[in-house]
């Protein structure tokens, strides 16, 4: 089905990607990040005991999304270096511009079990600025083509180093860095100029 879309769109060859990726069902500016990800949950980062209590319960991306202005960006794992030094303290500390430009909340999202991923936002003091989700399995990110097998770096599958401005589910803007070590198109000071 998707090689027909494509062919369909052969007259329009800045279709052609958009409609490889819905067909796919990957990110893409002016997809839907539900729909891209269908049946996916996240976990919000708790500690085991916050687990316990609530059953294991997951958010689905409807409730993170809809209805709502959302800044998400993607990271390949807590406490490695660019993430811990760079990448979460840019939207830490623009989190006043970003609400000032009517982000209802802002999103860290990586390849990480809740339960590490709470110590980590502790350890960087950025809970109260930032809602961390874990994506256990990888679901999210496989299902939005944004999974890197980081394997020579002892980290297997994780995610590519990200950031995207979501209105109402609607992709709007997606920045992807070209390799996991950088840090030039995802951190909040580009985002807050495309938002």
């Avoid at 279709?15 to 893409?28: E, F, H, N, T, Y």
């Avoid at 539900?34 to 708790?46: G, H, M």
């Avoid at 950025?126 to 809602?131: G, L, M, Q, T």
Wanted: hydrophobic share 45%; with cysteine.
């Amino acid at each position: 089905m998707a090689s027909a879309l494509v062919r369909r769109a052969r007259g329009s060859a800045a279709a052609a990607p958009a409609l490889w990726a819905a067909a796919r069902g990957v990110a893409s500016v002016g997809s839907d990040i539900v729909s891209s990800a269908p049946c996916v949950s996240l976990q919000k980062a708790r500690s085991w005991d916050e687990g316990v209590a609530t059953k294991f319960s997951t958010t689905p991306l409807k409730d993170i999304f809809h209805g709502k202005k959302v800044v998400i960006f993607g990271l390949p794992g807590a406490y490695t270096g660019v993430c811990s030094q760079a990448h979460v303290p840019s939207y830490k500390n623009n989190i006043d511009k970003l609400k000032e430009k009517g982000i209802d909340s802002v999103i860290c999202v990586s390849i990480n079990d809740p339960y590490v991923l709470n110590g980590w936002a502790e350890k960087l003091q950025a809970k109260d600025a930032i809602e961390f989700y874990g994506d256990f399995d990888g679901s999210f990110h496989k299902n939005l083509d944004l999974e890197i097998d980081l394997s020579a770096a002892l980290l297997g599958h994780r995610s590519h180093r990200w950031s995207a401005f979501v209105d109402n589910g609607k992709i709007k803007v997606l920045n992807v860095e070209k390799a996991p070590s950088e840090f030039k198109v995802s951190g909040a000071e580009v985002i807050l100029d495309q938002i």
